[in-house]
């Protein structure tokens, strides 16, 4: 595992999740094998930037943060639909945001939200201005109906956080691992569909994962009032997760039973789903999947934080 690097000076103001109405339940052996009772799908049409700026305009709405005060969009997504202009770019015109922005994509899956939110947290730090992160997929346009191992499982959805300069807030706390040898275990090449050894991604979250989160928690020494946000690949793999790295039940935030697995974005969804428990609270944050990547993060949701989740 990495080094643990901490960036101080910076919170998170507000987040929002989009998940599409639309829900597609899975047959009984599918939920009871994965907990996982039903994915939603965005309409035909609809981009995985669609459904950021959807979470995005809520965010603006409620919270009347004004657009002048950013100086920077970061978008994390595997499945833009334009190769160019970049989604950050789409997303600093159809927003409204200052022409002088920092702007650009990170092309990520399961462990995207992490690394959103370390460089976030990087430039709000440097620039003392605001970063929208937005993160979200719409991974049905990337599937193969007859795998019957994958097109059950994977969901749409659009996030939007924004990360603030934030004198004497407590430090974050990161970690990252990548091993491009067993990258073949999720996959998705250009023209195809998504393609995952479900076996090969449960044995690197069983071994790999598990000795890293043990180590990110050995060095960072968390109190016991920790919550605990994982990637929501499924809900048996993450409980045993959390049980092989001694975390309870009660500290575990689960969504992928309502939503599915959202990629990157099911973290904020998750967060966006437990809003009240988590406001105040430290939370532990651990993306893992395709690269293979993982992307660990301890931080602090301030109590005023505004959450919201439109599903």
């Not at 015109?93 to 939110?117: E, H, I, N, T, W």
């Not at 659009?158 to 706390?173: E, F």
């Not at 990252?176 to 393609?195: M, P, V, Y």
């Amino acid at each position: 595992m990495t080094k643990v690097d901490e960036i101080g000076g910076v919170a998170i103001e507000a987040l929002a999740a989009y998940v599409p109405p639309r829900s597609v339940a899975n047959d009984e052996n599918v939920a009871k094998a994965t907990g996982i009772a039903a994915r939603r799908v965005a309409e035909d049409g609809e981009t995985a930037l669609d459904l950021s700026l959807r979470a995005a305009e809520r965010l603006f709405a409620e919270t009347g943060a004004c657009r002048d005060d950013f100086g920077a969009v970061v978008s994390v997504s595997f499945t833009q639909h334009d190769r160019m202009p970049c989604s950050a770019c789409q997303a600093q015109s159809r927003l409204g945001l200052p022409k002088g922005v920092v702007a650009f994509d990170v092309m990520q899956a399961c462990a995207g939200y992490g690394y959103g939110l370390y460089l976030s947290a990087l430039l709000a730090r440097q620039t003392g201005r605001k970063v929208l992160l937005l993160d979200g997929d719409r991974q049905s346009e990337f599937l193969d109906s007859s795998d019957a191992a994958t097109s059950p499982l994977l969901g749409d959805a659009g996030t939007a956080t924004i990360v603030a300069p934030a004198s004497g807030a407590a430090a974050w706390k990161f970690a990252f691992a990548s091993d491009g040898e067993k990258g073949a275990a999720l996959r998705l090449e250009n023209g195809g569909t998504i393609r995952m050894d479900g076996f090969g991604v449960f044995r690197f979250v069983a071994t790999d994962v598990v000795a890293y989160l043990k180590s990110f928690l050995s060095s960072v020494a968390p109190s016991d009032d920790f919550l605990f946000a994982p990637h929501q690949a499924n809900v048996y793999m993450v409980r045993q997760l959390a049980k092989s790295v001694g975390i309870s039940d009660e500290r575990l935030l689960v969504s992928a039973d309502r939503f599915g697995n959202l990629s990157s974005a099911s973290i904020p969804v998750t967060l966006a789903a437990h809003a009240e428990a988590v406001r105040g609270r430290n939370v532990l944050l651990a993306g893992f999947g395709g690269g293979l990547s993982v992307a660990l993060g301890l931080v602090n949701i301030p109590a005023d934080c505004a959450i919201f989740l439109d599903a």
